[in-house]
């Protein structure tokens, strides 16, 4: 067994219920399989969205972004949670590792 990393956007009222958006959208598009290397492998989220902003103010939208997602993969792992933020009104960016 594996591992990939992810990086995808998703809408909702509120990171939790976005995130619950892609994991059905990937649970709908790959299946139920444990180890079917999307988001739905992951255990759930945590709200960085407070670092992303910071990185964005310093580093404007591209590099802050990228450095953002850098630290994201850096610091999550397959099975565990994987870190989100509001990127727009009611989007929000996942990145993390996904079980293949």
């Given at each position: 067994m594996g591992a990939r990393t992810f990086i995808e956007e998703s809408e909702g009222?509120?990171?939790y219920i976005a995130y619950s958006n892609a994991v059905g959208d990937a649970l709908y598009g790959y299946g139920r399989d444990q180890y079917n290397g999307t988001i739905s492998t992951t255990s759930g989220?945590?709200?960085?969205?407070?670092?992303?902003k910071e990185f964005v103010d310093d580093l404007g939208v591209r590099d802050g972004r990228n450095k953002w997602v850098r630290l994201a993969i850096d610091n999550t792992e397959k099975y565990s949670?994987?870190?989100?933020?509001?990127v727009g009104d009611d989007m929000y960016l996942f990145v993390g590792w996904a079980v293949t």
């Open positions: 009222k509120n990171i989220v945590l709200d960085r969205t407070k670092l992303l949670d994987c870190w989100g933020a509001r």
